[in-house]
């Protein structure tokens, strides 16, 4: 039976400056709390991984074995692509899916005004999502990294370029925008190598 499969990855960047005084507000709060969220420069940038305020910048993607494409620039139509894409999904593969880019992506939809539908993000399984990650350790702790799993099964690892995940804010306020989707795209070609050897399917 043939399945349609799709591999996939974002990078997203910290909430832009517009945001910042409502942000600031969320800052006051948690030191008002006790809670020590660094300086609001920091905090700011940990934004990146928080749906409610950061933003996806690129999408990366790949149906089966398909050419890999990468898409970048308004935000919900970025999102509204994610979705037309999922709706001839049956499986969806990426590294770390489940507590990051899936959970990302319908935070952002929500926020932005893109309809959304419905994708089980439940542990312990690996259908309608294969998590890289969450399979490789099966479901152990300490999770894995990209790069070290690249590593170990002899795969050319995605990192080491221009551009890394820690470098993607700064690449976009340098415009760099090429080069975040290049970085994103070969994420993605890696994560479809390490899903076909953990599936023995290469």
Known sequence: MFM???????ETIPVEKEKHPVLKEVYDRALSDGKKPGTFEEYVLQTSF????????CLGWAV?????????GDEKKILEKFWELSRNTDLFIGFNLLDFDLRFIYQRSVIVGVKTSEISLAYYRNNPVFDVMWEWTKWK??????DTLAKALGLESSKGGSIEGKDVAQAYEEGRIREICEYCEKDVELTRKIYKRLTFSD
């Open 4 to 10: 349609s499969k799709l591999f996939l990855d974002i």
């Open 141 to 146: 702790k300490p999770t894995a990294k990209l």
């Open 64 to 72: 089966n074995d398909e050419k890999i494409q990468s898409m970048s």
């Open 50 to 57: 928080d749906g409610a305020f950061g933003r996806i910048i």
